[in-house]
């Protein structure tokens, strides 16, 4: 299908920012909700190229320290065991299986400890299959870890891993499209506001477009779109975070968990004999929205250390593939914004998901194509992500964030 570059009609009912995998859930879940009226989606590059979507880990996880995002992430895990039904039996739609080896948090201060077991408590009641693991218990079942230091883990026994979440993404475009939705590839270098309401936005072909409603689905740029609307200081900003695939000259005799180490990089099974790893640099300021330096020195002096430390067998490995991309990541308390701005009640965020969105997309594209459509969250209550808490300075925070 050829890339449309202008809209068909010079006014809609809403306009989606971003057509990545937040854009897309918000489109097709419309779709799904009946919403009765003219849907646009403008990204910048349909492509994605750069996009956080396609630099994702895509993975999922119950381990939360909020039952909301326990809630979320329960949702999140139903929609993609049964993504066929969700979209209506469509016999094109893959199966898309979780590969469930849980994530192990592992914590080396009594402090850690201590929020592992509260966040255990909370996804326990939530239900949740966590469970705390002794150092003894974890090397029972996992002896290729070296546990020295270590005092406690948290593992997930369901609904956490690896998925193909591109999948569900490409799928809600292409359904979306089906169902009426308009896809244009072009770049907003404006909106305009009347008052209290967006009207419109102004393309760089110098089209002005018209709305009812419009939706900021534009990941790390999240900010400079508010800012266009007049609305200053969103929370928001990208943040680089790195990814390396490698094979083991020793492989593992069995999966590997999702590993967060107390050193703060993460590794998994992969899949194929190969495992993907993971950090953030230790410069954790906002890189510019086109920057994605790949710092060998992270790989050599920290990444790939902590590794081989905690899993001895990791020391003579061949990196295969490596990247770096940017997630949004929201500084104000770690968790999405969601729902209509205080004062510009027709300009929706759906923002600020730092490092979680993928997995949370199913549920939180659906509340806010509730939300539009009915005026209310009818399946969970999302309103603790109100844009409101952010003027108030009332954080609601997120503390199980990699």
């Given at each position: 299908?050829?890339?449309?570059?202008?809209?068909?009609?010079?006014?809609?009912?809403?306009?989606?920012?971003?057509?990545?995998?937040?854009?897309?859930?918000?489109?097709?879940?419309?779709?799904?909700?009946?919403?009765?009226?003219?849907?646009?989606?403008?990204?910048?590059?349909?492509?994605?190229?750069?996009?956080?979507?396609?630099?994702?880990?895509?993975?999922?996880?119950?381990q939360f320290s909020t039952e909301i995002n326990v809630r979320i992430s329960q949702f999140g895990a139903e929609f993609v065991r049964n993504m066929r039904d969700w979209m209506g039996g469509d016999a094109r739609v893959p199966?898309?299986?979780?590969?469930?080896?849980?994530?192990?948090?592992?914590?080396?201060?009594?402090?850690g400890a201590a929020t592992l077991r509260s966040s255990y408590e909370i996804q326990r009641a939530a239900g949740a299959g966590t469970r705390l693991m002794s150092p003894e218990e974890i090397a029972a079942e996992y002896p290729?870890?070296?546990?020295?230091?270590?005092?406690?883990?948290?593992?997930?026994?369901?609904?956490?891993?690896?998925?193909?979440?591109?999948?569900?993404?490409?799928?809600?475009?292409?359904?979306?499209?089906?169902?009426?939705?308009?896809?244009?590839?072009?770049?907003?270098?404006?909106?305009?506001?009347?008052?209290?309401?967006?009207?419109?936005?102004?393309?760089?072909?110098?089209?002005?477009?018209?709305?009812?409603?419009?939706?900021?689905?534009?990941?790390?740029?999240?900010?400079?779109?508010?800012?266009?609307?007049?609305?200053?200081?969103?929370?928001?900003?990208?943040?680089?975070?790195?990814?390396?695939?490698?094979?083991?000259?020793?492989?593992?005799?069995?999966?590997?968990?999702l590993t967060i180490d107390p050193s703060g990089v993460h590794v998994r099974e992969n899949g194929g004999g190969t495992y993907l790893a993971g950090c953030k640099p230790h410069d954790d300021t906002p890189p510019a929205f086109?920057?994605?330096?790949?710092?060998?020195?992270?790989?050599?002096?920290?990444?790939?250390?902590?590794?081989?430390?905690?899993?001895?067998?990791?020391?003579?490995?061949?990196?295969?593939?490596?990247?770096?991309?940017?997630?949004?990541?929201?500084?104000?308390?770690?968790?999405?914004?969601?729902?209509?701005?205080?004062?510009?009640?027709?300009?929706?965020?759906?923002?600020?998901?730092?490092?979680?969105?993928?997995?949370?997309?199913?549920?939180?594209?659906?509340?806010?194509?509730?939300?539009?459509?009915?005026?209310?969250?009818?399946?969970?209550?999302?309103?603790?992500?109100?844009?409101?808490?952010?003027?108030?300075?009332?954080?609601?925070?997120?503390?199980?964030?990699?």
């Amino acid at each position: 299908m050829a890339t449309a570059t202008t809209p068909a009609h010079g006014t809609y009912d809403v306009i989606i920012l971003g057509g990545a995998q937040m854009g897309a859930s918000v489109a097709w879940w419309l779709t799904h909700e009946g919403f009765d009226g003219r849907v646009l989606v403008l990204d910048r590059d349909l492509t994605f190229e750069k996009a956080t979507t396609t630099h994702t880990n895509s993975c999922i996880r119950q381990q939360f320290s909020t039952e909301i995002n326990v809630r979320i992430s329960q949702f999140g895990a139903e929609f993609v065991r049964n993504m066929r039904d969700w979209m209506g039996g469509d016999a094109r739609v893959p199966d898309l299986p979780i590969h469930d080896y849980g994530y192990m948090y592992l914590t080396s201060t009594e402090t850690g400890a201590a929020t592992l077991r509260s966040s255990y408590e909370i996804q326990r009641a939530a239900g949740a299959g966590t469970r705390l693991m002794s150092p003894e218990e974890i090397a029972a079942e996992y002896p290729f870890y070296d546990l020295d230091g270590i005092l406690l883990g948290s593992h997930g026994t369901r609904d956490e891993g690896y998925f193909d979440g591109l999948a569900m993404g490409d799928w809600w475009r292409r359904q979306s499209r089906e169902r009426g939705v308009e896809w244009v590839e072009a770049e907003v270098t404006a909106i305009g506001r009347d008052g209290d309401r967006v009207t419109g936005v102004t393309l760089s072909t110098g089209e002005t477009i018209g709305c009812g409603m419009l939706v900021n689905a534009t990941g790390p740029r999240a900010a400079v779109t508010a800012v266009m609307a007049g609305i200053p200081d969103l929370p928001v900003e990208p943040r680089l975070r790195y990814t390396w695939i490698f094979k083991a000259e020793k492989p593992l005799d069995r999966r590997l968990p999702l590993t967060i180490d107390p050193s703060g990089v993460h590794v998994r099974e992969n899949g194929g004999g190969t495992y993907l790893a993971g950090c953030k640099p230790h410069d954790d300021t906002p890189p510019a929205f086109d920057h994605f330096p790949m710092e060998d020195a992270i790989w050599q002096d920290h990444a790939w250390p902590q590794i081989a430390t905690r899993i001895p067998q990791f020391e003579a490995i061949r990196v295969t593939a490596e990247w770096a991309g940017h997630y949004e990541y929201n500084h104000f308390d770690q968790n999405a914004i969601l729902g209509p701005h205080t004062e510009v009640g027709n300009f929706l965020f759906i923002n600020g998901f730092s490092g979680h969105g993928l997995q949370q997309s199913p549920a939180m594209g659906r509340g806010l194509a509730e939300w539009i459509t009915h005026g209310a969250y009818r399946s969970l209550d999302l309103t603790p992500f109100a844009y409101d808490r952010i003027p108030a300075n009332r954080p609601y925070v997120e503390k199980a964030v990699i």
